[in-house]
């Protein structure tokens, strides 16, 4: 009886009471942490007696703008590179590959995304290594005059972000294609327009909000990146992801490790916001082109 | 002309598209081959053999990592399923003004970098006061999975459409015995897909586990990463090819749930 009266939201209350408190409180703490004092080498906690911003200075040294300018630089080649290996394999799932086989293949995208992170990292550790195999054959084939020396390097990590963030990026750039009618091309085609005017003028335009949402998605995440710069980049592969955890469990240092990474959200927070007035701006663009060019 | 163009670049997108699942899954394949490495370098293949399998199970810090492991992942599902199903239910069955900022929250959980939720862990889990180890890590682990969870529940939810319930209670069924005879069963799938998923989640997790974890309640990735700098042996490869079985497993199980209970709902309710 009791139950007519309880609000349409009662069943999500528990959830959301848990996400605040788990959540939302900590994640406000490490604004405030930002501005706290380390504590003194003997150990003990961090002090919030008196708020500065001096950690936020420290934030700006040589060391920190040249890992966060390598970070930001291997998070957006990296999602370029997701999206022009991507795009065509989303493509070709959407619209080529017999509907039967679909279901399969999605699962065997995403089947490596969710085995563990590390595994992936490892995995290339195996493959790169100097005395291993691949390293051999290359050098038998004399493509390579010494072992192969790309392990902890950022050309490693470069490689194991593209890796390990491809399927991120397929998967919402096929539900884009997917749910784009086949009947809005053929249209196209019957007035006229190219296979290549179609795909500029039609498709491309449809799939952008996909597009969109997958680069978002793995810039953020790839930024954010801690285990496969740790595995693959060694000390000349740093990310700001290792800078932030050095900080924090090897120096003890939390409110430089907070002031980092409230850097790196608010950055993120920025590009997220540049890529939604990036994707209004274009479908605006590309409705006043697109008019009077079909 | 035209045909003869499309064909060519059906077969170029198809070659594309096998080639980018072969380089999904060839380290995979490698990591999976090298753990059967017999030699002392893991990086130079020598002979064939299991013996890392043994070695790496007889080790104690493993089979402890593999317990705490476990067993967080076991508390983190249950606090996901009993808080991201009712969640799930409400957002599908009883929509409102509340939905959208839900969503939103939601979204923002599901795309906050991990290492910022940690953070944020390890501060406010210090403050309150819980230094309970595996607590640490079901709860912190549990943000993610809630949201997982609840986003499953609700499709499922959406699929289904409420006439059996209303049939139900028709034929002068209690809320009550309508809930655990009507939806609980039909919402089934969902529920274990959630279960084992979360359960994946949190079996693989490093960045959370990291810096919530205690002294004495290391997970197994957490040893894993840790032996990275002692220099690699076979017995790492072992752990990593371990962990993948069991990840497999539960993966697949979860995809056959959905999968199969996705066809039973939509043939018994739409002929």
Known sequence: MSRRRMPRWSPAAPALLWWGFFFVVPVAWIALYSLGQKPPPGGGAVTLDVLSGANYVAVTSELFL????????????????????????????????????????????????????????????????????????????????????????????????????????????????????????????????????????????????????????????????????????????????????????????????????????????????????????????????????? | MARERGKGTRVALLSWTALTFVFLFLPILVVVTYSFNGGRNLYVWTEFSPDWYGRALDNPRVVSALMVSLKAALINAAIAVALGVPAGMALARRKGAWTGPFLALLFVILGTPELVSAIGQMIWLDRIGLYDGLLRLAVGHSLFNIAVVALIVRARAEGLSDTLEEAAADLGARPWRTFLEITLPLMAPAVLAGVLLSFTFSFDDVIISLFVQRPGTSTLPIYILSSFKPGLKGDVAAIVVITLGLSLIGMLAAATLLLRGRGKALGGLLD
């Not at chain 1, 085995?115 to 995995?123: D, E, G, I, P, V």
């Not at chain 1, 932030?244 to 950055?267: E, K």
């Open chain 1, 66 to 294: 040249r890992v966060f300018w390598v970070t930001l630089r291997t998070a957006a080649l990296g999602t370029l590179a997701c999206v022009l290996v991507g795009f065509p394999v989303a493509y070709a799932l959407a619209r080529y590959v017999p509907e039967r086989w679909r279901p399969g293949l999605l699962f065997l995208l995403v089947l490596p995304y969710w085995t563990s992170f590390l595994l992936r990292a490892f995995a290339w550790r195996i493959i790169l290594a100097p005395e291993g195999a691949l390293s051999d054959t290359l050098r038998a084939l004399g493509l390579l005059s010494a072992p192969l020396s790309l392990l902890d390097s950022n050309a490693a990590v470069q490689l194991g972000i593209i890796y390990n963030y491809l399927p991120l990026t397929i998967l919402p750039i096929f539900v884009a294609l997917d749910r784009i009618d086949p009947a809005l091309g053929r249209a196209a085609m019957d007035l006229g327009a190219g296979p290549v005017r179609t795909f500029l003028a039609v498709t491309l335009p449809l799939a952008a909000p996909g597009i969109a949402g997958g680069v978002l998605l793995t810039f953020i995440l790839a930024a954010g990146d801690y285990v496969v710069p740790a595995i693959l980049g060694g000390a000349k592969g740093l990310m700001v992801g290792n800078l932030v955890a050095t900080q924090i469990l090897a120096s003890q240092n939390l409110p430089a490790g907070a002031a980092m990474a409230v850097v790196l959200i608010g950055l993120l927070g920025l590009a997220v916001l540049g890529a939604q007035a990036a994707v209004l701006l274009t479908r605006g663009a590309l409705r006043l082109a697109r008019g009077p060019a079909l």
